[in-house]
């Protein structure tokens, strides 16, 4: 080995690092004021990260944070394009009915829930995680293309099941890698923005589904809604080969090809410097660290509740649909296109709000997004308020957006010690909160209340009154281990001198012994 080198030893390898590379989580931050601290938000690259690890943390923003948001801007847009493609022409070419329609997203979240936690397992396997998810893509790709030659509705039953089973990586899995490359200081921006590829892959799929069904409705014989899955799966298809090439895996992966031997171990070091554990056997065991502690059921219920609150889909547009019936004050293409403004309020905010994330206080800016939401429900739970004050109310529920990006990398940062506790934890929260969200709309929610829902949001209120107190409840049993082990570790600290003492007096004692054993033989 060459001088002035050490090993890190980790589950898969003994790479060198660099012993003079100080990693960030070992300085000291810089303090700032909370009034200027603001300005500092959209800092991706500290100025008191050294040299090496800020070049480190540019490679890793031009590979894995393209590729995680590309498989989920894609999966977005899968969806939004299903949803196109129904609207324009496969209802009538495949004479589907509404209630045919309806299960298309039931089978597909059959899929996703049966495999949610079996595939946060596999990606916490440091030798699999790096081919699993580009396999997985690929597949996803492949059936892309042939939801093309769709010929009734038990071939999208069937697809939509795999689809959703082949999705699982794309969301959660996603979180659950950037949290193991990125410390806490950096993951939170990153999170915001991974998660707006989301609102993109929406907005995205309309303007698609316009252009194919102009361009290409007819050419080789193929509906305009054929060629959107076709245009589909050309997007993706390559983005899902090249993730072989790009994607890292976990950082007790083996090395990509764009980091040399001392950033792969700066990788490892830096995380481990920050208290992330490598992983270790699943088994038993495991699942008894998952139930003996609160952090699954305090961000399980979290996020179950959060859910079931956050659904602003076609509120507004339905509202809109009765003020133009009661008052012709909209035509049908303002009542369609006027509510797209939610998914440019939930792009700024879930940004803005990340990014303040490590500037001020987690609790301060969760505390801020719930008050707005709940100031939102309150108003349309009250209803009779001025037209533009409706116009905020919904507008202002997009701010629904800002919170997943927050409450995954807080979960995946508290559970940080224990990698298969952490995927367990967070693929439960997706699988049980979307099992709740797949009936709480229909029940609370129905078409035949609208636009007035007193019951949705009556229970919206308190729901998000509940999720707030959950989440501050975590807060506040985090910080309590935190002083727990800092109290062990300075009781510690303090032993260790007399540890030490009593060990050398042991040690004088035992070769005096020697000494006087040797002396009598001879």
């Given amino acids: 080995m060459a001088e002035g080198k050490t090993t890190i030893t980790e589950t898969t390898a003994t790479v060198p690092v660099a012993e003079e590379v100080q990693t960030s989580a070992m300085t000291e931050k810089p303090k700032r004021s909370l009034w200027k601290a603001w300005m500092y938000m959209f800092d991706w690259y500290p100025s008191h990260y050294s040299k090496e690890e800020r070049k480190l943390l540019f490679k890793i923003d031009c590979t894995l944070m393209p590729f995680c948001c590309l498989m989920f801007f894609l999966k977005w847009l899968d969806q939004s394009n299903l949803n196109n493609a129904y609207l324009s022409g496969m209802r009538e070419d495949l004479k589907l009915t509404q209630n045919q329609y309806s299960l298309f997203g039931t089978f597909y979240n059959v899929g996703y829930l049966l495999f949610e936690i079996p595939s946060m397992m596999i990606l916490s396997r440091p030798k699999l995680t790096r081919w699993y998810v580009p396999s ?30 082949l999705e699982t990586p794309a969301s959660t899995g996603s979180l659950y890698i950037l949290s193991s490359w990125y410390r806490p200081d950096e993951l939170f921006k990153r999170a915001g923005v991974w998660y707006v590829s989301s609102n993109a892959g929406a907005m995205f799929g309309g303007y698609l589904q316009a252009a194919a069904y102009t361009n290409l409705n ?33 950082p007790a992966s083996n090395k990509p090809f764009y980091l040399t031997e001392d950033e792969h171990s700066l990788a490892r070091k830096r995380m481990a410097d920050d208290g992330v554990k490598p992983s270790k056997k699943i088994g038993k065991a495991m699942l008894k660290r998952v139930f003996s502690k609160w952090h699954a059921y305090v961000a399980v219920l979290a996020y179950v509740i959060f859910q079931c609150s956050s659904y602003p889909s076609g509120q507004m547009g339905l509202w809109l649909k009765d003020e133009a019936k009661k008052h012709g004050t909209y035509s049908v293409a303002q009542y369609n296109t006027i509510p797209t403004g939610v998914q440019g309020v939930s792009i700024v905010s879930a940004i803005l709000a990340t990014s303040l994330c490590m500037i001020y206080p987690l609790w301060l800016i969760l505390s801020i997004v719930s008050s707005i939401l709940l100031f939102s429900n309150v108003v349309l739970l009250v209803w009779n308020v001025p037209k533009d004050l409706h116009f905020v109310a919904y507008y202002f529920l997009g701010l629904t957006s800002a919170v997943t990006p927050i409450l995954f990398p807080w979960v995946n ?14 693929g439960a929260m997706m699988t049980v909160g979307w099992a709740f969200f797949s009936f709480y709309p229909i029940t609370v929610f129905p078409v035949v209340e609208a636009p007035r829902w007193k019951k949705g949001y009556t229970v919206n209120t ?41 060990r050398e007096v042991e040690h004088d004692e035992v070769a005096e012994i020697a000494r006087e054993r040797k002396s009598q033989e001879v």
């Fill in 136 to 165: 997985m893509e690929v597949a996803w790709s492949c059936l892309t293309f042939i939801q093309c030659r769709l010929r009734n509705e038990k071939d999208i039953y069937g697809l939509r099941f795999l689809l959703g089973v």
């Fill in 218 to 250: 007819g050419v080789h014989g193929l509906a305009g809604w054929r060629w959107l899955f076709i245009i589909d799966g050309c997007i993706s298809l390559p983005i899902a080969i090249a993730s072989y090439f790009i994607f890292p895996g976990l």
């Fill in 413 to 426: 940062i508290i559970m940080k010690d224990d990698a298969e506790a952490r995927a367990f934890v967070t």
């Fill in 462 to 502: 308190v729901f998000v009154c509940s999720f707030w107190a959950i989440f501050m409840l975590g807060q506040f049993l985090h910080r309590r281990d935190i002083k727990k082990a800092e109290k062990l570790a300075d009781q510690n600290r303090v032993l260790e001198p007399e540890d030490k003492e009593e």
